[in-house]
């Protein structure tokens, strides 16, 4: 199959053919390659190649980020015209982002609104038109092209590509399409495939743990219970599973975190029910309640997928059982059932798909990530960045430290000057990220500077990100303050080098929690290496993934300066070895000089 571009670079080529030899295998390829050595195209060209062979499978492209779908759809596209092939590709996000009418509303009330505007007939797009799902099929859209075409023969755009599923050879969705067991039982059904020819490809793949580990909870948050609440009220017109709702609501709330046991559960909800009702209402008429009513909701909508009923009766039921390695927890975010180990998850479709591969820029160490996964005898493979190496310096400034020991005013203010020595030297946009939302805080009330400061918000919606990054582009005196691990930190792209120098404002180890110290009790018995997984790695990564957000071409220069003494340890030097860091008693005069080179 030919190349969807013209010129193929080393490292992509090397990924292409590894790819091939993973799928032929039917392995597992764990990908560490960094920003700008084009994988989407290496690993998307060679799983077409195969899936073409005989045609009875589905490429499955995983991603979060809005913009790695358009470069997959853009890839596909190249794919397409050089190959003179026809190839059915469906781009799928939420139902919410998917809806013609936009409503000005959340997601958890969304559905209401759905539903109640289809049983009443005001939504134009309520049904699926055949004449949509074959527009569709004839070539290789956007999901906002998708969106358009679909409105234009009055079709819900969203459950268009539900009922293109069964003919799709490569569908781009986010991760939970596979990896969530309740979604992926509807997209099996609605694909008529077999699993095991399936081939995955999961972007920005150090996600993955996380992800499933999510798919694998189970919890009871206000949230939900007030969406239920409401359906049941507003569509089911049940008002004693209203009333029942309403009770459960007293009871999950707390203002701290506590490990809660299976019992506690059961019986807190029978003294609020007798207290509440009268008759026969307890936990076990409850459960048979909300589970038909979970049923009666998808016959009411004509939706397969899982509802908010589904969801708090999976959590009752999964309460129920003595799950190994789960650990239960009350917090004022509600009651939860998290995993410790996912490997029964991840191997359930990483052991049965045809072959995936999981590439990342910062999926460091694999060796890790295969522990945690539960990955046996997989493909590991590294590729060198395209980028030349005397673009990018990286020094440490090692006097300051965000270690919860040493936070004071002191240490805030210091950090502060810090940043106006280093932003002053550098001639152009400079970002800072800080471990968390109070310290990015605490610390630039203190910096004086001429530049415009701009403070990422939590609220802000993608309207807001995209004009803050269209900003930057225009923009040369901006400082730029963001959080790691946060939006701006990984899946979006500072282009045209509008940004000049990053500062990495403290190590973001995550504070002591119950979950954190089950983890940790958990990885050190299974691996021996319970601190390093639960707190060193991962704080790392979110480092690494916010030291990569400047350089994306080849002509792209920028300074990075990691401020804390941490950076200098020993025995960390590891986990940043890909950023070259440069050991130094004068920080200030080797990005002087690194500038003078650039910029002469």
């Not at 571009?5 to 080393?10: P, Q, Y």
């Not at 559905?111 to 699926?128: F, H, I, L």
């Not at 299974?526 to 002509?555: H, M, T, W």
Request: charged share 25%; net charge neutral.
């Amino acid at each position: 199959m030919k190349f969807p571009f013209e010129n193929i670079r080393g490292g992509q080529k090397q990924l292409y053919e590894d790819t091939l030899k993973a799928i032929n295998e039917n392995k597992t390829l764990m990908a560490y390659a960094p920003t700008g050595i084009g994988k989407t195209a290496a690993v998307l060209t060679a799983a077409v190649e195969k899936q073409f062979e005989n045609r009875e499978g589905i490429v499955f492209f995983l991603t979060s980020r809005h913009s790695q779908h358009n470069i997959a759809i853009e890839t596909l596209k190249r794919i397409k015209e050089n190959n003179n092939i026809d190839i059915n590709v469906i781009d799928i996000i939420n139902k919410k982002d998917m809806c013609p009418l936009n409503p000005d509303i959340n997601r958890m009330e969304f559905e209401s609104y759905c539903y109640a505007m289809r049983r009443q007939g005001t939504c134009k797009y309520g049904k699926v038109n055949p004449l949509a799902v074959d527009a569709l099929s004839r070539n290789v859209y956007h999901v906002e092209e998708a969106i358009d075409i679909s409105k234009v023969y009055g079709s819900c755009p969203y459950y268009t590509a539900l009922a293109r599923f069964k003919t799709a050879d490569v569908i781009i969705s986010d991760y939970s399409y596979v990896f969530n067991p309740r979604i992926r039982e509807v997209v099996l059904t609605k694909a008529l495939k077999s699993f095991d020819d399936f081939i995955i490809i999961v972007d920005e793949a150090h996600n993955l743990p996380n992800r499933i580990q999510d798919y694998g909870s189970y919890s009871l948050t206000p949230g939900l219970l007030h969406l239920s609440k409401k359906l049941s009220k507003e569509v089911l017109r049940d008002k004693l599973l209203t009333n029942e709702i309403n009770a459960l609501l007293k009871i999950i709330k707390t203002d701290t975190e506590s490990e809660v046991l299976k019992n506690d559960i059961i019986n807190w909800i029978n003294d609020i029910f007798s207290q509440e009702f009268i008759g026969d209402v307890n936990y076990d008429t409850f459960l048979t309640h909300i589970e038909e009513s979970a049923e009666d909701f998808k016959i009411m909508t004509k939706d397969p997928m899982p509802n908010v009923f589904d969801s708090i009766a999976s959590f009752f039921r999964s309460w129920e059982i003595d799950l190994k390695d789960y650990v239960r927890i009350a917090n004022p975010n509600g009651i939860h059932m998290i995993p410790l180990d996912i490997t029964p998850l991840s191997t359930e479709v990483l052991d049965n798909v045809r072959s995936s591969v999981l590439m990342s820029a910062t999926l460091y160490p694999q060796d890790m990530y295969a522990d945690i996964l539960g990955i046996t005898n997989p493909m590991i493979k590294s590729y060198r960045s395209p980028f030349p190496e005397n673009n990018r310096i990286t020094v440490v400034v090692g006097d300051v430290s965000t270690v919860y020991r040493r936070r004071n005013e002191n240490m805030y203010i210091k950090y502060a000057e810090w940043i106006k020595k280093i932003e002053q030297v550098i001639p152009g946009n400079v970002a800072i990220f800080f471990p968390s939302y109070d310290l990015m805080n605490k610390i630039i009330e203190h910096v004086d500077t001429d530049r415009e400061i701009i403070v990422e918000l939590q609220e802000w919606d993608k309207n807001e990100k995209k004009k803050l990054l269209e900003d930057t582009e225009k923009k040369r005196n901006l400082l730029l303050c963001f959080v790691q691990g946060a939006s701006f930190a990984e899946g979006v792209d500072f282009k045209n080098n509008s940004l000049k120098g990053i500062i990495i404002a403290g190590l973001p180890v995550s504070p002591p929690s119950i979950i954190n110290q089950k983890l940790l009790d958990f990885y050190d018995y299974k691996f021996g290496r319970g601190y390093e997984y639960v707190y060193i790695l991962p704080a790392f990564n979110k480092v690494l993934q916010s030291s990569g957000r400047a350089i994306r071409n080849a002509d792209d220069y920028c300074s990075i300066v990691l401020m804390d003494s941490r950076f200098n340890y020993p025995g960390y030097h590891k986990y940043i070895s890909t950023l070259k860091t440069k050991r130094t008693s004068a920080p200030l005069f080797l990005l002087k000089e690194f500038y003078r080179r650039k910029t002469k």
